[in-house]
């Protein structure tokens, strides 16, 4: 089936090395003796451990909660015992740790009880609920809850139109490819669930047309649904969100919008399988398809537990060869290198590229911008690249955020062709940064000001209450007087006052704080005039 | 294992400043072939002068300046500014002319700029002008174009001496060998009260234009269409300039062709083709958004019309790119491209 394309500004044709591995089937991962699974694998509030060192588990059994609406739950990957709920080393650009529960395997993988639900028989809510409470989400890289994008909530009246993204545009990666020709069935079956919750007037499926066994696959398990698949042009970033919505239905999503404001979602082919996997088989998201290529013996793709770490998934596809130089989580465009080898595979781990000197670019020396504007013309957000580079560099953070420094999206096109070989996305994501940092900063500094604020608020009514019970305390003559006449030295007459009469502060306290209020505020001024009395 | 750690995309194209910049100086070949067979040895000795003139000048600002030597001498740019200015130049040029020039465009417009990429000015044109300006006499003494091996053609020695020595030969005089160029005689001409048909009997011209004039301006359009088609060069900077130029003398044809000369002379005379393609697409001192490209060009092809037919000088490219480059970074500002998700405007 065909239908109109829409093409996107921008983008590039990329050197695909799919072919390193496409070829073979997807392969079960290494069951680990240990497992390491953080329990933030997804974007919002991290989940809360709900095991103890000590703990066994079972396979698929929970072992952290969602927290909050944005938020997910994790399971344990195989059967085995809690040693320890700890930070450990993550896979995160920063290299800092995060909280993990580290299980040691038993080996048995024994289950949890499955229940396979029916959907329709289910509320929609429930359906959510259940979603959400099997970690589903989204498993393209963002991971972004699923529930949460499985909620119209009032976004809109009625979803135009449902997008399931098999576009992989990024090099390398091959995960999604190979589970749409072996498994498009699952996926099928995972998309009936998301058009239960969302009820789409039509549904459609991009796959880059440089995948013709999965566009294949996928159209004849959509045989008599009405899900239309699309073969969409090999051009790079297609699989982009944004690019994907505008290419097949010519929407565009707005700046600071979603693609829901113009009445499209979209999710991953490998989300849809993984939601088929939890209500149809009421197995949760303990393992996904990784893909692992480069300088590594046999490359190809591994159904891996999540918390495996990289370095036996890498063994398992046959160990390093020589002159790796560079290990990347996720495609050469837009994947982070990683300082080692020992960090576990989560919900965003679609590839590791153990890259060799012939696949990186080499190190080259940065030459001034000479505004040949390559950068403009590959650009999918239609920015002006130079000159968010030109701001940035200059710190002219304001300035940036005029040429729309927030619609980047990190996609690496304008690096990719700049002749003078400057790293443009780095300066992007540090005036990123630095942004989000002085905003920090100043709501830092309002909330400081404000509670300042609140605290001298706090001070001068303590002091206005002090006096005015004082004052009532006091003769109501006597006090005033002696304030005036003995200039600094009211407090000491009062606690004189107060010492000699006992008796009366019991008698005069209760009924009259108002009173005593209001004699304070005329007493504050005009205070004068009444000792002149 | 341990990884080094480099932020994304980990791979790039293959390209640099340095193959951009020679794919400019491999395109001009055709047009400079043209040159030379038209003007003779003299056009080749300026650019070879011009070329190490702009690197040793080049060299030694990047020593002063205390940048790496190696990757900026290896970008060309240099290189490519020598050559935009020596064929400007008068082939019979004295060699101080083309050493004031170059050292001009490159120590003067760049780097006291501030060097490759931060030059507001095209270095070549603010060369030219320079020269212009300052030894009218000398820069005006075009060559009639003879073609080589004819009766007037000197022989490369006897450049040379010309050249660098300012001797003649016994057997030739400067006046047997200079001649007006047509945007010359056109100028003067009409200025007499003469009409374009008969201006245009004037042996100096040829088909359309200037003859030899016009094989040059062919060879640069060869050239510079492959720059286009390449990328190395902004498609919308050449449309827009020879676009608002023909325009503008088609109508200035149209409502007096006795007076104004055709746009097809227009387009092929003087520096129009080449300003087009090589010139005015300096990326440095161009506008960057691709509607302000188009501008930026039109800018230049209506400022070339006005100057050449009511200035001062016959020709008036390297006045226009001049001045149009002052107006790229306002026309940047008010031609960004519609961001992705905008709202349209």
């Not at chain 1, 200039?487 to 019991?506: F, S």
Request: proline share 8%; glycine share 10%; net charge neutral.
């Amino acid at each position: 089936m065909s239908g109109r394309l829409y093409p996107f500004h921008g983008g590039l044709d990329l050197p695909s090395h799919k072919n390193a591995s496409n070829g073979r089937p997807i392969q079960p991962g290494p069951l680990p003796e240990r497992l390491v699974v953080p329990l933030r694998q997804h974007i919002g509030a991290i989940a809360k451990p709900v095991v103890r060192p000590g703990d066994r588990v079972l396979k698929g059994q929970l072992i952290g909660q969602p927290d909050g609406y944005i938020s997910a739950a994790v399971h344990a990957p195989t059967s085995g015992v809690v040693t320890a709920v700890e930070p450990a080393p993550v896979p995160h650009p920063s290299g800092l740790t995060d909280l993990c529960v580290i299980i040691d395997s038993d080996g048995a993988e024994r289950w949890i009880d499955r229940e396979p639900v029916d959907v329709r028989r289910l509320h929609v809510s429930e359906v959510r609920n259940r979603l959400r409470n099997a970690g589903v989400v989204g498993l393209g890289g963002a991971v972004f809850p699923s529930a949460v994008k499985l909620n119209l909530a009032g976004h809109c009246e009625r979803l135009e139109t449902l997008i399931l993204n098999g576009a992989e545009c990024e090099p390398w990666i091959t995960c999604d490819d190979r589970l749409m020709r072996e498994r498009a069935a699952g996926i099928v079956a995972g998309l009936r669930i998301m058009v239960h919750l969302l009820d789409p007037r039509e549904v459609l499926i991009g796959i880059e047309d440089d995948k013709p066994e999965a566009v294949a696959a996928l159209n004849e398990a959509c045989a008599g649904t009405g899900f239309q698949v699309r073969a969409v042009p090999a051009r790079y970033p297609s699989g982009g969100v944004k690019q994907l919505v505008k290419l097949l239905t010519g929407r565009e999503t707005p700046v600071d919008g979603l693609p829901l404001d113009v009445g499209v979602q979209c999710f991953n082919v490998a989300t849809a399988y993984s939601a088929h996997r939890a209500l149809d088989c009421g197995e949760p998201v303990i393992s996904r398809i990784v893909t692992v290529t480069g300088h590594v013996a046999r490359p190809g793709n591994l159904e891996a537990l999540l918390g495996a770490s990289f370095a036996e998934l890498i063994a398992a596809c046959g160990g390093y060869q020589d002159g790796v130089e560079r290990l990347i989580m996720g495609g050469p465009m837009m994947g982070f290198a990683l300082h080692g080898d020992e960090v576990p595979a989560t919900k965003a781990t679609n590839c590791i590229l153990a890259a060799g000197a012939g696949e990186l670019a080499p190190e080259q020396p940065v030459l001034p911008c000479i505004r040949c504007g390559a950068c403009v013309e590959v650009c999918p957000a239609d920015l002006l690249p130079q000159q968010l580079y030109w701001h940035a560099r200059a710190k002219e953070f304001d300035k940036a955020q005029d040429y729309h420094l927030f619609s980047c999206i990190e996609c690496g096109c304008c690096s990719y062709v700049c002749p003078s070989h400057i790293p443009l996305v780095q300066y992007y994501r540090y005036a990123k940064n630095e942004i989000w940092a002085q905003e920090k900063d100043k709501e830092r500094a309002e909330l400081a000001r404000r509670r300042h604020q609140a605290r001298m608020e706090r001070l001068e009514r303590e002091q206005r209450e002090r006096e005015a019970k004082l004052r009532q305390k006091a003769p109501p003559r006597a006090a005033p007087a002696a304030g005036d006449s003995a200039g600094g030295k009211p407090d000491l007459e009062t606690a004189v006052a107060r010492t000699l009469r006992p008796a009366a502060e019991g008698r005069t306290s209760s009924p009259l704080p108002v009173a005593g209020e209001e004699s304070g505020v005329k007493a504050g001024v005009p205070s004068t005039a009444d000792g002149d009395r | 294992m341990r990884f080094k750690t480099v932020t994304s995309p980990h791979i790039l194209r293959e390209t640099g400043v340095g193959p951009v910049m020679r794919r400019v100086l491999y395109a001009m070949l055709p047009g400079l072939a043209a040159l030379i067979w038209f003007f003779g040895w003299g056009v080749l000795v300026n650019l070879l002068l011009a070329t190490a003139v702009a690197l040793l000048a080049e060299a030694v600002m990047l020593g002063l300046r205390g940048r790496p030597l190696a990757p900026h001498l290896g970008d060309y740019s240099a290189v490519v500014t020598a050559w935009l200015l020596a064929v400007a130049l008068p082939p019979l040029a004295p060699w101080w002319l083309t050493v004031l020039g170059v050292l001009s465009a490159i120590v003067l417009a760049k780097h006291l700029y501030g060097g490759l990429g931060y030059n507001p000015f095209n270095p070549a044109m603010v060369g030219y002008v320079v020269l212009l300006v300052s030894f009218p006499r000398e820069m005006s003494a075009w060559l009639t174009p003879h073609g080589l091996g004819q009766e007037y053609a000197l022989t490369l020695v006897e450049t040379l001496r010309v050249n660098f020595g300012g001797e003649l030969p016994a057997r030739l005089s400067l006046d047997a060998l200079s001649g007006a160029t047509s945007l010359d005689v056109l100028r003067t001409q009409l200025g007499l009260g003469m009409t374009v048909t008969e201006v245009r009997n004037s042996p100096v011209f040829g088909i359309v234009a200037g003859y030899g004039w016009e094989w040059a301006a062919l060879g640069f359009l060869v050239g510079g269409l492959w720059l286009v088609g390449t990328r190395a060069a902004a498609w919308q900077i050449p449309l827009g300039m020879l676009g608002s130029l023909g325009l503008i003398a088609t109508v200035f044809y149209l409502i007096d062709p006795a007076h104004y000369a055709p746009p097809w002379f227009h387009l092929c005379s003087g520096a129009a083709i080449f300003g087009a393609f090589f010139i005015a697409t300096d990326p440095v001192t161009a506008s960057t958004t691709p509607r302000g490209r188009l501008l930026y060009g039109a800018g230049i092809g209506i400022l070339v019309y006005i100057i050449r037919g009511f200035g001062g000088y016959p020709d008036g490219v390297a006045f226009a790119v001049l001045l149009m480059n002052i107006a790229a970074p306002t026309i940047d500002l008010y031609t960004q491209p519609r961001v992705f998700g905008a709202r349209r405007r």
